[in-house]
């Protein structure tokens, strides 16, 4: 059993369009997480929920809306992609906000063309 | 916000040698974590430390909190070929700030010759 899954793996597509990730874990933890991982491999936080709840929103463009479902499920839609768009995402959940030992998802890798 | 500074950047050794990577940040860190991320996969946690000055070992892996609670480090000695990935430094900041949040190294991308 994969403990957090992301699906897609892969994600193509061209700029404009809109696209979804989707996230599941089957930990029982309360906080999940979405990371973007560029080029040079730098991981930065986009968004955090904890029992469905945001508590944190990083300077993302607000073509990026998240949605957690419940507390097993983070989603990731993205309007209008861009060229910029292309990385890789991660998702990651913890048993809480302040836990230090994130599972991490296998990730998504999105090309916008 | 929070930073850490990871270096060096990439290393190319030979199996058997010992390495050793480093990170520092501009403000206390109340927690220090090293991942290992493996092609097309996520990070995976291998040392997590909590305590200025602690010392943790996982194996051949060696890890150290700094006294300052500014830095880290971690050893890999008699390296293999499947060491090879990428090595990330993380941390948690002092503060509510850091709430939710873990701050990542920029990376180290470790080859290892057979």
């Known amino acids: 059993d994969t403990a957090v899954s992301q699906t897609p793996k892969y994600l193509v597509t061209q700029m404009g369009n809109d696209k979804s990730i989707k996230c599941e874990q089957n930990?029982?933890?309360?906080?999940m997480y979405w990371y973007k991982q560029d080029s040079k491999k730098f991981l930065k936080i986009m968004f955090s929920?904890?029992?469905?709840?945001?508590?944190i929103n990083e300077t993302v463009p607000n073509r990026f809306s998240p949605k957690s479902p419940d507390k097993a499920h983070l989603n990731l839609h993205i309007n209008s992609l861009e060229l910029g768009d292309s990385a890789v995402y991660f998702c990651?959940?913890?048993?809480?906000?302040?836990?230090?030992?994130?599972?991490f998802g296998s990730g998504t890798r999105l090309t916008v063309v | 916000g929070q930073q850490l500074n990871q270096s060096p950047q990439s290393m190319f050794i030979q199996e058997g040698e010992d390495v050793s990577m480093n990170c520092t940040s501009s403000?206390?860190?109340?927690?220090w974590l090293w991942y290992k991320q493996d092609p097309g996969e996520g990070p995976v946690l291998l040392i997590a430390?909590?305590?200025?000055?602690e010392l943790t070992s996982n194996g051949r892996l060696t890890a150290q909190f700094g006294i300052t609670r500014k830095d880290s480090f971690l050893n890999i000695s008699a390296s293999i070929p499947s060491d090879v990935g990428i090595y990330f430094c993380?941390?948690?900041?002092?503060?509510?700030?850091?709430?939710?949040?873990?701050?990542f190294g920029q990376g180290t991308i470790l080859t290892v010759h057979p």
């Open positions: 990651a959940s913890s048993q809480d906000p302040m836990s230090y030992g994130y599972t």
């Open positions: 930990l029982g933890h309360d906080t």
């Open positions: 929920y904890n029992n469905k709840e945001l508590i």
């Open positions: 403000s206390i860190f109340n927690t």
């Open positions: 430390l909590y305590k200025a000055g």
């Open positions: 993380a941390g948690r900041g002092a503060g509510g700030t850091s709430y939710g949040k873990l701050t």
